[in-house]
C-alpha cells in the first residue's frame, strides 16, 4: 500500500462524493434537472465538464498502454481521432441536435424516425454503454490495486460500488459539477508529469533517445493502415454517437455556450496528448518491450518513478476522477435508456417522475454489478476495448444520426433497417474477426449507409412535417437562432 | 420546402459545412499520403503531420465560434 497516495485519493472521492449528495437535493426536485443540469452551465464549467466527460481512462490513462504497445504514431492517431471528435461533432451536428430539444440519443431518434427507431437505438446505446463501463473499470482497478496494494479484483469490485452509489445520488447535476474538477486535474496533472519527465532528461531529444534504446521500434508503423484509419475512424464520430457527450452538449445554457464549450475541450484535449507524448516516451524508456505484465500498466510505471507520491497521489485522484466521470455518464445513459426512452417513452407514458428516476437507478445497478463482473478478467487493451464498443455505436448510429439532420428525405423503415443492418453486420465481424485491428468499423459502418440509403429509397418519403422540422433547424443555423 | 430554403440548406455560407469539409480534407492528405518516412527525432512524417493537425484543427473551432457568431449577429 502507498500511504500518501491513498490519503490523496481518499480525500478527493470524499470531496466528489459530498458535491455530489449537496447537488443530490436539486437533482431530485425535476426530472429536467436530474439528466441535464438545468440546462444552466456556463462555458467555462461546460469546457471542463465535456471534456472530463469524454475523456475517460482510454484517453488519459489508457493511451499511453497503447503507445507503449504499439509505438508513438498509433499513440499520436489516437490522438489525432480525439482532438478531432469535437470539431467535428461541433461543425455538423451539435447545434441542430441542440436545437431539436432532446435529452438523449434515442429521444433524437424518436422525435426524427418515431417508436421503432426509438426502441432498437435505446436496446443499442443499453448493450454498447453497459460494455463500455468495462474497460472503465478496468482502469480504475489497476489504479485502485496500484495505489491500495490490494488485489487487482478486490479493488474492481470496491471502486465499481463507489462509482455507481456516486452516480446514483447525484444525476447529471453532481457530474457536472465534479466533472469540472477533474478535467482541470485532468489537464493539470498530465501537464505536470510531461513537465516533470521532460525536465529529469534535460530536453525531448533525450527522452526519445532512452526510448529508443529501450525499443527501436518505438517510432516505426507497427501496425497496418486500415488499424490506423480504423482507429481514426472510431473516434472522429464519437462525440456524435457517444450518448454521455450529447447530453453534456445539452447542459450548456444556450447554443454559444455549448459550442464555446466543445472548442475549449477540443484545447484541452490537444494539451493533454502533447504532454502525453512526453509521458508515453518515458514509459518506453523505463520498460523495455515484454518487461511490463499489462501494457496499461505502462502510465503507471512513470507515475511512479517520476513523481513524489504526494503529486503522485493527485495525479491518480485525476485518472480516477477522469474515469468516474465517464463511467457515471455511461451509467446515466444505460439507466436512461431503459427508464426514460422504453419505460416512460413506451410502456407507461404517464409514469410520475420519481418513479422514472427510481427505475433508473435500479438499472444503474444491474449494468454496474454486469460490468464488474466482466471487468474481473479484462481481455484487452483499454483502449482497445473502448475502441471496439465505441466501433459498434458508429456502425449503428452515424448515418441514422447524419442523414436524419441532414437528409429530409431519410425515413423510419431506412433509418430502422441502417441501425440493424450496422449493429449486426459489426458484431458479426468482431465475433468471426476477418479484419485488423479495429478496422471492422471501416466495413461495416458503409454497409449501414447503403441498407438505410438504399431501404429509404424504396419506401415511401417521411411526412411533410418531418420534412418541414429538419428543414427549418437548419434554417436557424444559417439565419438568427441563437 | 422552397429553393431557397434547398440552396441555404447546403449553402457554402455555412460555417459548419464549411469547416468540416476542411477537417476532412486535412485528415484525406494524412491518410492518403501517409507518409513513413523517418523525420524529426525519428518520428516518422505522418506523425508530425498528425500533431500540425492537432493544431489546425483546435484553431479551426476558434475560427468557428467566431464565424457563427457573427454570421448569426447578421
Known sequence: ?482 | MTEQTKIRLFSLRNPGLVMVIIQLLIAAFIFIWFPEQPSAYGFTLVSWLMIAAFFIWSIQTVIYIYWIEIYEKN
Open chain 1, 1 to 482: 500500500m502507498r500511504p500518501v497516495e491513498s490519503i490523496v485519493v481518499f480525500l478527493y472521492l470524499i470531496m466528489l462524493i459530498g458535491i455530489g449528495i449537496y447537488y443530490s437535493r436539486r437533482a431530485l426536485s425535476s426530472e429536467d434537472d436530474y439528466w441535464v443540469a438545468g440546462r444552466s452551465v456556463n462555458s467555462f464549467v461546460g469546457s471542463f465538464a465535456i471534456f472530463a466527460a469524454v475523456a475517460s481512462g482510454s484517453s488519459l490513462y489508457g493511451s499511453i498502454g497503447l503507445g507503449w504497445r504499439f509505438g508513438v504514431t498509433y499513440y499520436l492517431c489516437y490522438g489525432l481521432s480525439a482532438i478531432s471528435l469535437f470539431p467535428f461533432a461541433l461543425f455538423i451536428f451539435a447545434a441542430q441536435m441542440r436545437r431539436s430539444g432532446v435529452r438523449t440519443l434515442p429521444e433524437y431518434f424518436n422525435r426524427r424516425y418515431g417508436k421503432s427507431v426509438h426502441l432498437l437505438s435505446a436496446a443499442i446505446v443499453v448493450f454498447f454503454m453497459t460494455l463500455y463501463i468495462i474497460p472503465q473499470l478496468t482502469a480504475s482497478g489497476y489504479i485502485g490495486s496500484y495505489v491500495l496494494g490490494l488485489p487487482y479484483t478486490t479493488a474492481v469490485v470496491l471502486i465499481g460500488i463507489g462509482f455507481t452509489i456516486y452516480a446514483a445520488i447525484g444525476g447529471m447535476w453532481a457530474i457536472t459539477y465534479t466533472d469540472f474538477i477533474q478535467g482541470l486535474l485532468m489537464v493539470g496533472g498530465s501537464a505536470l508529469l510531461g513537465l516533470i519527465v521532460l525536465g529529469s532528461h534535460g530536453g525531448y531529444a533525450n527522452l526519445v533517445a532512452d526510448a529508443v534504446a529501450a525499443n527501436p521500434n518505438f517510432t516505426t508503423i507497427n501496425l497496418p493502415w486500415m488499424s490506423f484509419f480504423g482507429l481514426f475512424f472510431i473516434f472522429l464520430w464519437f462525440a456524435v454517437v457517444a450518448p454521455s457527450a450529447v447530453m453534456r452538449n445539452l447542459t450548456g445554457k444556450d447554443a454559444g455556450v455549448a459550442r464555446r464549450s466543445m472548442m475549449g475541450a477540443t484545447w484541452f484535449y490537444t494539451i493533454m496528448w502533447i504532454f502525453g507524448l512526453f509521458i508515453l516516451t518515458a514509459a518506453v524508456g523505463l520498460n523495455a518491450p515484454g518487461t511490463l505484465e499489462r501494457a496499461d500498466y505502462a502510465y503507471l510505471t512513470v507515475v511512479e518513478a517520476y513523481m513524489p507520491p504526494l503529486l503522485a497521489g493527485i495525479l491518480l485522484a485525476a485518472i480516477l476522477a477522469s474515469i468516474m466521470s465517464s463511467t457515471d455518464s455511461f451509467l446515466l445513459a444505460v439507466s436512461a435508456g431503459i427508464s426514460q426512452d422504453i419505460y416512460k417513452g413506451h410502456i407507461n407514458k404517464v409514469a410520475p417522475e420519481r418513479l422514472v428516476t427510481r427505475i433508473g437507478l435500479v438499472v444503474m445497478f444491474v449494468a454496474a454489478i454486469f460490468a464488474i463482473i466482466v471487468a474481473l478478467n479484462p481481455v484487452e487493451l483499454i483502449t482497445v476495448m473502448v475502441a471496439w464498443v465505441s466501433g459498434g455505436m458508429v456502425a449503428a448510429f452515424a448515418f441514422p444520426i447524419i442523414l436524419g439532420l441532414w437528409w429530409r428525405r431519410a425515413n423510419t423503415q431506412g433509418a430502422f433497417a441502417g441501425m440493424l443492418g450496422g449493429f449486426v453486420s459489426y458484431i458479426i465481424f468482431m465475433l468471426t474477426k476477418p479484419f485488423e485491428l479495429l478496422s471492422e468499423v471501416l466495413v461495416a459502418t458503409p454497409i449501414a449507409l447503403v441498407i438505410m440509403v438504399v431501404v429509404t429509397l424504396l419506401t415511401p418519403a417521411p411526412s411533410e412535417e418531418v420534412q418541414r422540422e429538419v428543414e427549418k433547424q437548419h434554417q436557424n443555423v444559417i439565419s438568427f437562432e441563437k
